[in-house]
């Protein structure tokens, strides 16, 4: 049998690729589906399934591409009411290829049609060798069941997430390895471990979700705080149940030159600046959002960016533009209107006002506040980060509320500095606090995890 997880830092996303006998089946694919065409001719496999665990709302999926090119089939649970030809799957149902079997679990509860899909290696054993669980059960977690509006409570959602964990997943062997569709800094969960694999034993063990309480707690407990769901995640569930665009058949961006730019800013476009928040903070186009491809873009650019608002790129060099693209089209933001042509030194040959964003190491920061500086600390991660240890008398603001709550809650007078845990986050924050009209504000280099490396004294 052949086993691939394919892991995707910006979106926190896994997906899989199995395989027997030159045949192959791949779970959950993201937009930009060559890398899975190119493994599986790699291996000597032809792709004849694509599987989705659920209509994915955090990113597009490149299903109806995948299929397109390669003669596969699409399946989805029974219940995803996907408008294009696929095959509905129920509890039982199975796939056969070569010496593997995949065998489906209708495991609801993060949306009514997620499914489980159990992988059998039937030359060596009739038991289960592993699970791919989708969005159901994540390493250290389970999936939200809050993300249907209006159209399906969460405590009836959360009901069938109990369900399906104790009488669907956890009915397997405790030696079945567990891999999920989403790691660490994935919104689909709330506090989803780094580990990208675990098995059903350990998940028994250590799985906060997973401790045995009657199904009222777990209720409970599951639709309690859950944080706003962005924007961007209904239309995506939208465009995967119709089928994406494929991605080749979206225009490349054109280059614009600095007045071009200039112009389309004027119009309504939004300038998005994908460098290193250093570059980013030593220079950049006045009013820009700053989403460096360092981390998690097309995430929250997902949630950040509308999607019928113009984006014009900024990026050291044409290949950083085409990457920066791709990842915008992995959460459906296909209008991307240009990029400026020689990056922002033509922007500054052109005379054309730069801004700059301070950045502060954290000691500095220690110092400012040792010394009573009138500062105010802004702390933009999430509740469970900032619960864990932050800075004494920092104000916390989640980055995706910040917007929103800024003018009210921040004097834009009054010098802030923005930190986070890396430095990632913080360096958004300050593009989203210089579009609201602040001036006083600085990125704190490191972030927490500087902090804390550094053995400064955080509050609770």
Known sequence: MYFQQFYLGCLAQASYMIGSEGEAAVVDPRRDVDLYIDEAKAQGLTIRHVIETH???????????????????????AAAGATFPHVPVHDGDEIRMGKVTLRFLETPGHTPESISVVVVDREKSDAPVSVLTGDTLFIGDVGRPDLLGARMSAQELAGMMYDSL?????????????????????????????????????????NYALRPMPREEFVAMMTADLPEAPAYFSRDASINREGAEALADLPAPPALSPDEVARRQEQGAIVVDTRPSSEYGAGHVPG??????????????GSLLSPETPIV????????????????ARVGLDNVAGYLEGGILAWDRAGRPLARTEQIAVDELKARLAEGADLTVIDVRRPGEFQAGHVAGAVHIPLHELGKRA??????????????ASGYRSSIATSVL?????????????GMNAWNAAKYETAA
């Open 166 to 206: 104790h009488g669907k997943l956890l009915a397997l062997p405790d030696a079945t390895a567990v891999y999920p569709a989403h790691g660490a800094g994935s919104l689909c969960g709330r506090n989803i471990s780094s580990e990208t694999s675990s098995t059903i034993g350990q998940q028994r063990q250590f």
């Open 407 to 420: 003018p009210a809650a921040l004097d834009p007078e009054k010098p802030v500095a923005i930190i986070c």
């Open 288 to 301: 820009s959002y700053h989403m460096g491809q360092s981390g998690q873009l097309a995430s929250w650019a």
């Open 55 to 77: 209509l994915h709302a955090d990113f597009v999926s490149g299903h109806k591409e995948l299929a397109e090119r390669t003669g596969a089939k699409i399946y989805f649970g």
């Open 313 to 328: 790129l900024v990026a050291e060099d044409e290949a950083r533009v085409a990457e920066s693209r791709t990842r915008l």
């Open 434 to 446: 210089e579009r609201l009209g602040f001036r006083h504000f600085s990125n704190v280099v490191g």
